[in-house]
């Protein structure tokens, strides 16, 4: 059997490599905006749909809403994402976010208020974020495959953990800064800042240089070199699937990456948290929001200075049992400080996970299929966040709020240990 480790590749020990590339800031710079203006949008909608309806199951129904089209789409947008310019599908992506955060600022003003039902303006939200699903089916691969078309091969690593800490300390950003606006300004300007924001993300992206879809030569003995033909939609698609699960560490990757926060989304309770049971207010959810956020950026950060050097395989794994202890204390704890320290050790945690299995992606999928493989990653995290919000929602309802994280947080642990034993792939898995 062939090896999944990745081939040697000479790696740089500058930690700032990639991001003396100006293309690769501009990209990194659009990205951490763009990201920020969407975690300010979760908190806001979470905060705001939990007071308008005071059903946690409504918290659910979002993650519902966006997770249905991303995971219907995600396969042919990987394929459009492999064909297409990458860079002017990011920008169309992220100005169809600009139209959502500003319906979404009309629905919060007071002439909705007077006009709408409660349950009328929770519908609408709905189906913003059905919209907003369809975008992010395109939008997130579009983010991942670009980096190897700006960087070389032997900075991928670096990158990588880069890319994974701009998008760490932009959600740390776009929750606590998300918080503040609600209890300073209130939701509506909060929902105009954020447009703000996200038009700022379309001018950095768009100083990016066009991105064409990555050719693969093949032999010809009557012209020589020549490009292979365009593969129809379907079996570019199943062509993306099949590399997915022949490769057994990127499998495993994904799979523990989506089942660990299916099961430990503690964080889309966390507007019942602050609200009914540890009684902070907006500025407290903002805060408890953003505290994963927090410890990731802080190890992604560390781990950039200091990057793993052997059993990264193994240390994910651990890392995700760790994670799924700290939603069980996040569960039983009535104390704010206590909260907040385990989700940010959450965090710290989650981050080794991310980094180990964003540089795996990178490492191991050839260029022609970044696209295709990146929508298959989007749709295992789509599965864990969005699905994972809607699964909390449910098991809100039916066990309870606290109980249900509990079991969540259970619930991983046996993830981790059913994958220790039956992905020896991913634990012997080094780069």
Known sequence: MASTNPPEVQITNDPFAAVRIPEYRNLMIGRFTFVAAMRMITTVVGWWIYQLTKDPLAIGLIGLSEVVPALSLALYSGHRVDIKDKRKLILQGICGYLIAALTLFTLSTNEAQEFLHTRHIAWFIYGVFFFTGILRSFVGPCFSAMIATIVPRNLLQNATTWNQATWLSASVTGHAIGGFLIALVGISTTLLVISSII????????????????QVPVESSEIGLTQAPEKKTWESIREG??????????????????????FGGAVAMIPVFASDILKIGPKGFGWLNAATDIGAIFIVVLLTLRPMKKAQGRKMLLAVAGFGTCIILFGFSKIFWLSFFVLILAGMLDGVSVVVRGTVMQLLTPDHMRGRVSSVSSMFVLSSNELGQFESGVMSRALGVIPSVIFGGGMTLAVVITTWFKAPALRKFEY
Do not use: E, G, N, Y
């Open 241 to 262: 699937l099949a590399f997915v699960f022949r490769t057994k560490a990127l499998l495993a990757a994904m799979a523990l990456d989506m089942f660990a926060v299916l």
């Open 199 to 214: 038009f700022i993300s379309i001018i950095f992206l768009f100083q990016l240089k066009p991105k064409p879809p990555f």
